[in-house]
């Protein structure tokens, strides 16, 4: 056990302990994405009482138990990862239905997000067995967290995670084409080894803004924004920002300023169709929000 962990296992049992842990169970685990300290309390004492770990690489997981002063015997672990997941929640499957709570990590971060975890939760819900998320570290929510997209485009709210793209140039431009019309925020992942292509082939959006994340939690942490058109040259400029796991955000599409042609399309279709429809119109044309429209056109037609 690492000296820094010494009292975290032991305040984990008295603050989660009393809590019902009901066997048959699968429990999908959220683990740090680098930082051990991000481990949460509930994940330590679910970890300890678990009578399985399924895990993306076995020799990783006991290496961070270990950290933990978790000891687990090799017996207890069981790989699940993304070429055997199919196969091996079969496995999970029989010893929930054996009455074992099985705990499954991947390797960093929320299962079932990009790495493996999904397969299995609907194999175990398939089963009419009950899987039980404990939250924690994700490499999505954390970049999302510090970008600042929340209050900057109301016309096009929410976020569109789409993870890895493919890494045959072809496909990752097409890819890329593809998400260009999407004009809510996106989130995507990217290896070191990938980085300055995914860069490349983002630079035919332009000014369109770019939160990067390099190492996220991690002592070397970066974080930037800047215009997607600029993004080559920032990672171009120190050898050391190709170096680490990478999430990186769009931000939604930004909306011109179409108040005067809104009111030019609003007024020449309210001659022609009724509110209602002149408003959905203009909105589909303009991408204006309908709410805003609407007031717009109450006004139009009042004046």
């Given at each position: 056990?690492?000296?820094?962990?010494?009292?975290?296992?032991?305040?984990?049992?008295?603050?989660?302990?009393?809590?019902?842990?009901?066997?048959?169970?699968?429990?999908?685990?959220?683990?740090?994405?680098?930082?051990?300290?991000?481990?949460?309390?509930?994940?330590?004492?679910?970890?300890?009482?678990?009578?399985?770990?399924?895990?993306?690489?076995?020799?990783?997981?006991?290496?961070?138990?270990?950290?933990?002063?978790?000891?687990?015997?090799?017996?207890?672990?069981?790989?699940?990862?993304?070429?055997?997941?199919?196969?091996?929640?079969?496995?999970?499957?029989?010893?929930?239905?054996?009455?074992?709570?099985?705990?499954?990590?991947?390797?960093?971060?929320?299962?079932?997000?990009?790495?493996?975890?999904?397969?299995?939760?609907?194999?175990?819900?398939?089963?009419?067995?009950?899987?039980?998320?404990?939250?924690?570290?994700?490499?999505?929510?954390?970049?999302?967290?510090?970008?600042?997209?929340?209050?900057?485009?109301?016309?096009?709210?929410?976020?569109?995670?789409?993870?890895?793209?493919?890494?045959?140039?072809?496909?990752?431009?097409?890819?890329?084409?593809?998400?260009?019309?999407?004009?809510?925020?996106?989130?995507?992942?990217?290896?070191?080894?990938?980085?300055?292509?995914?860069?490349?082939?983002?630079?035919?959006?332009?000014?369109?803004?770019?939160?990067?994340?390099?190492?996220?939690?991690?002592?070397?942490?970066?974080?930037?924004?800047?215009?997607?058109?600029?993004?080559?040259?920032?990672?171009?400029?120190?050898?050391?920002?190709?170096?680490?796991?990478?999430?990186?955000?769009?931000?939604?599409?930004?909306?011109?300023?179409?108040?005067?042609?809104?009111?030019?399309?609003?007024?020449?279709?309210?001659?022609?169709?009724?509110?209602?429809?002149?408003?959905?119109?203009a909105a589909d044309i303009t991408g204006q929000p309908?709410?805003?429209?609407?007031?717009?056109?109450?006004?139009?037609?009042?004046?």
């Amino acid at each position: 056990m690492s000296a820094s962990y010494s009292s975290a296992l032991a305040a984990a049992r008295e603050a989660a302990s009393a809590q019902h842990y009901p066997q048959g169970a699968l429990y999908v685990v959220a683990t740090p994405i680098g930082n051990l300290a991000d481990i949460t309390l509930r994940a330590l004492h679910v970890l300890e009482l678990a009578d399985v770990v399924a895990c993306e690489d076995t020799r990783h997981t006991q290496q961070m138990l270990r950290a933990y002063g978790i000891d687990k015997p090799g017996s207890q672990l069981l790989a699940v990862h993304q070429h055997n997941e199919s196969e091996a929640a079969q496995s999970v499957v029989a010893h929930l239905r054996g009455g074992r709570r099985v705990a499954y990590v991947s390797d960093a971060g929320t299962p079932g997000v990009s790495d493996p975890g999904a397969r299995l939760a609907a194999a175990v819900a398939a089963e009419g067995l009950r899987s039980i998320p404990l939250p924690g570290a994700s490499s999505v929510t954390t970049l999302l967290s510090v970008a600042g997209i929340g209050g900057e485009s109301s016309e096009h709210p929410g976020f569109v995670f789409h993870g890895f793209l493919p890494s045959k140039s072809t496909e990752r431009a097409h890819a890329i084409q593809l998400l260009a019309q999407e004009p809510r925020a996106l989130v995507l992942l990217e290896a070191p080894h990938r980085i300055e292509a995914l860069a490349a082939g983002l630079a035919v959006l332009g000014d369109r803004r770019v939160t990067i994340g390099r190492e996220l939690t991690k002592q070397f942490e970066e974080i930037a924004t800047l215009a997607a058109g600029d993004l080559s040259a920032w990672l171009q400029a120190d050898a050391n920002r190709l170096r680490g796991e990478f999430a990186v955000l769009l931000h939604p599409v930004e909306v011109a300023d179409q108040g005067g042609d809104a009111a030019r399309i609003l007024t020449l279709l309210l001659a022609e169709v009724p509110l209602k429809t002149a408003v959905k119109l203009a909105a589909d044309i303009t991408g204006q929000p309908r709410n805003a429209l609407y007031d717009q056109a109450l006004a139009l037609k009042k004046s």
